[in-house]
């Protein structure tokens, strides 16, 4: 329900835009972010937006990267300033709902980011 596109390969210091978005049924996520997973590696967060629209960033992208993005409308995106080699890897849209029992998760296929230096 979630599909992520913008991914690509890039050169280390240029910049690259990731965009998400539902499609058929509308999610009433209270939480959406952006996770990434690297070969060989596991799955984690880049950052992460609320419906308030308070962000959190993992430490290595913050200054770099923004998020941004409508919940409500589950759109997301991800501004990726001056990307580094290490920041390649698949990256993916999420959507966190409560649906009334428990919290859920929605992902996107993911899409691929390459970096070189």
């Known amino acids: 329900q979630l599909v992520e596109s913008g991914g690509g390969l890039v050169q280390a210091g240029d910049s690259l835009r990731l965009s998400c978005a539902a499609s058929?049924?509308?999610?009433?996520?209270?939480?959406m972010g952006w996770y990434r997973q690297a070969p060989g590696k596991e799955r984690e967060l880049v950052a992460t937006?609320?419906?308030?629209?308070?962000?959190n960033y993992a430490d290595s992208v913050k200054g770099r990267f923004t998020i941004s993005g409508d919940n409500a409308k589950n759109t997301l995106n991800l501004q990726m300033n001056s990307p580094k080699p290490e920041d390649t890897a698949v990256y993916y849209c999420n959507a966190r709902a409560w649906t009334g029992i428990r919290w859920f998760d929605y992902w996107g296929q993911g899409t691929q980011v390459t970096v070189s230096s």
């Open positions: 058929g049924e509308t999610i009433c996520a209270s939480n």
């Open positions: 937006i609320t419906t308030g629209s308070s962000a």
